[in-house]
């Protein structure tokens, strides 16, 4: 099994922001301040997590994004802080 870190450098990264309503990605790494990232490791963001984003709101508002079965709505500037890889799935 290839580690995260081998994923990153053989697929194509990007942030959770720009990712469409629908398409599944894989958590790389979160570069945000402490208290964000704490806030989001104890919401279950942690690299390897699958993630689907479920929606955009209108007028740069917030996004919806589902980590198993939990749906958790993100700021984008939020979102922008989450580097993810879509091709890469966790078995």
């Given at each position: ?17 720009t ?39 209108s ?9 198993g ?19 890469a799935?966790?078995?």
């Open positions: 099994m290839a580690s995260l870190l081998d994923l990153s450098f053989t697929m194509p990264s990007t942030t959770l922001a990712l469409h309503p629908g398409e599944s990605a894989t958590i790389v790494a979160i570069h945000a301040e402490e208290a964000l990232h704490q806030r989001l490791l104890a919401l279950g963001f942690r690299s390897g997590k699958q993630i689907e984003l479920i929606r955009k709101a007028f740069s508002g917030p996004l919806q994004v589902r980590i079965t939990t749906d958790i709505l993100l700021r984008r500037s939020e979102a922008a802080k989450i580097t993810v890889c879509k091709g799935t966790r078995t």
